[in-house]
């Protein structure tokens, strides 16, 4: 059985030095709301993939993140996107459409035919594609900004502290029931429990998880008891408005500039989206239809 | 408030919500500032829920019914909550992986400070200072959760000595340690409650170590005080000790039965070092003589002399095991384990013993060498065949209990096997009896106290009938009469003719049952041989950070006496200490 998230040395936050790591993390998560926003906005895979990827691959490489630190999350986002894409191919009108080849071919009273054809590949390319290209961005923010200063930068936001605390401190706990997860499992396979990730049923395949996710979850409830007794006894609600973050958030010269290229990227988003080039009936379609000669 | 009285607990009772018996009945405590108060008692005493009063988690935590007064350096704790308090009292739990939940040692003790709103550069003179006391700065920028059980409660310390209380409640601070984590926690305490004159709560079951450092000691069962005084005084009530299943110190009750049995004693020992002066004081006058009616066998490893005469069942080749991370837990172990082995796996944290264990049961794959079970490699059985092989129980029941009565909880793994509904039963029923379970079958797992919730994990793993049982770690965080009656439960197990593997760290309790040990440090096996052989080389289980019994340094330490090296048990000790008889 592979562990992917669950295996040891598989940390949601690098503790390393980088340019990005130093960058204040109201920055970050300016950069990964500008390509949230940028996604919504943009209808075309190929302008998708020409403005995220190149800025994507850029920060990567400056916050030294490896395949190592991205790997885990690969399954979870194949497994969704295929979903995606197959519902997404099966609810598109293929009526006036360029045919490709059938997905599922026409088998009478069984159900019926998925074709694909360009446009409905194009349409659920652009939909699916969502999904990595922002939560490439999402995983570099969250390892390489520190939940504190999550936290700290939430705040100066505006953003009640009481919220931002609990939430950068639940993720900040998320190794902890991991190892709690890795536990139960090993448990439960002392007793002959098998994941078979084959099964087709989905009631089946729903309650394989039972067994873990029953200890896991009464478990994780009498801890998040104990964790926010623990809290409580260390001055969480005594005045959050007002208490000291040792880390002062300021913004400094490279913040200036990563704001500059994060506005500057948004600005030109919004005008292209304004000007209506970035929609796969625009630009997408007629190119490939010219680059292969397709009617 | 009565002048020089730090903490005020006055006629209070104290029922949670949703329960019907009162958790504190009519309590009544006054603590003065600087004391040392130890509190004691079996599981459900009260002792967590006194704690919960000092800092105000109760009422403004906890909901439930209070009756009476709680009163903390003039503060009402029902005026005052927990945030205020906490300036006042610091509170660690038992569990330090419960209490600790930032991204860096630092931050977490640097949490509390700011949420006081504490300006930055006197918490940055409060954290180093704390740090230093807990010896922890080469720990700063660690995650909390990567550090050994004796650090992270060495840091809840911290973190709460950060905010600079007065008063300190301990809850079982060292009840999920190993004997070096709760070495550490221990000599901690004692400095800061020696230098910093700390008005101190300890709640604990270490008998010994808590009296020498404690100026009050109190006894609690069912919410109500049974016992109070100086700890020597209430430690001379043995016996209304051991009926309330508390873990009497060996030599205080060596020196209770030798009184029971005649001996004039003015004062019971209550440590090691008491218990040598008393008990060679008795035989240099002459009251006790030494007649060891054993000596034959003594001295003798009785397991490496007979591995030919029983059936080899497992047998581990040089196993190799380096976890994702690059950590080498095991480095070339060999090891054979015969049938009807009743095997203690012993070492401090981290010295491999539990990853041993696991390779054994087949969960780890091991990075090089082969585990033989009865001569088939474990590694090319399947997952159900290995279950039926090596029964593994882990030290936490409700990591795997999920099903709905007790029935479908033993039976879980039958399942996988595809019996006959009859074939499944007559097993149920088996495994039940066996654990004394048939009158719970339907009950529901969740809603039964937590020594049956052990019990039914074993009989889900006894479901398979394997022939050999791994136990990791029974006794943590159980007090002795829970764990008394654990490791009677693993003695039928073995009596029925199970091969038996336990993963501890109490020493007196393997002594009682084991028959051979395995000590491992740093992913090696460093003494292999009988209880009694093991327990006698004081000098090398120093290496592994690993203390013998008591009354086996009792019996060491009597050694000019000829009293023997290797006495596992009080009253194996008995047996050698005779009352003289005067002609």
Redesign the interface.
Known sequence: MSFGLL???FKI?K?IDSVIHRLDSRVKFFWVLVVGIVMILFKDPIWMFAFSIPAFFLVSWMAKMTWNDYKPILVPIVMICTLAFLINQWLYPYEHTTFLFYLIPDMGVIGPAIPVSLESLLHASAIVLRIPLLMGPVRVFIGTT???DLASGFTKMKFPPEVTMSIS?AM??L??LL?QLR??M?????????FESGTKNPVKALTQF??L???LV??SI??AE???????????????Q?????K?IKLRRNDKIALILCFSGLGFAIYATIMGWPRWEVFSLPLIKSLFGIA | MKKDIEIEISDVTWTYRKTETPAITNLNIEIKPSEIIFITGPAGAGKTTLCRFI?S?IP??YTGKLEGKVVVRGMDTAEY????L??HV??I?D?P????????VY?EI???????????DK??EIVADALKFCRLETYV?K?P?HLSGGEQQACALA??MA?RPQIYVLDEPTANLDPHGTELVFNRVEDLFRTEKKTGIIVEHKLEQISKLADRMIVLDQGKIILEGKPREVMQSVDKLSQLGLKVPQATLLAYNLQKKGINLQNLPTSLEEGIKTISGLLDQGKLEVTDKNADQRGENIVEKTPNEKEVLIDCQDIWYT???GTEALKGVNLKIHKGDFLGLIGRNGSGKTTLA?II?G?YSPTKGKVLVSGTDLFKKT??DR?KTV??V?Q?P?????SKTIRDEIG??LK??KLSKDAEDKLINKAATTMELQDHLDKNP?DVSQGLRQRVAIA??LI?EPEIFIIDEPTTGQDFARSKIIMDMVRTLHEIGKTIIIVTHDMELIAEYAKRLIVMKSGKMLLDGSTRNVFSQPKMLQESSIKPPQITSLGQALSKYSVPPDILTVEEMETILTIKKVS
């Open positions: 295996s040891e040395d936050y503790n520190p939940m504190k401190i900040g706990y190794p902890v190892a536990s139960v090993e448990s439960q396979m002392a007793r002959g429990y098998t039972t067994p996710m029953v200890p009464m478990r009498i801890r104990f964790l926010a007794a623990a809290m409580v006894c260390r001055g969480f609600e005594y005045d959050p007002h208490r000291t973050y040792l002062e | 800092n988690l403004h935590f909550p927990p945030e205020i906490c300036g610091g509170l739990f569990n992986s419960n209490q600790l939940f930032n991204l860096t931050d640097a949490f509390g400070p700011e949420n006081l709103c504490i300006p930055p918490i940055r920028d995650t959760h973190s709460i905010m976890y994702p991370d696991k049961k969960l997952g159900i279950a029964g593994y882990f936490n409700d990591d795997q209990i999920f879980y793994g996988f096997l969740f889900s793993v398979f």
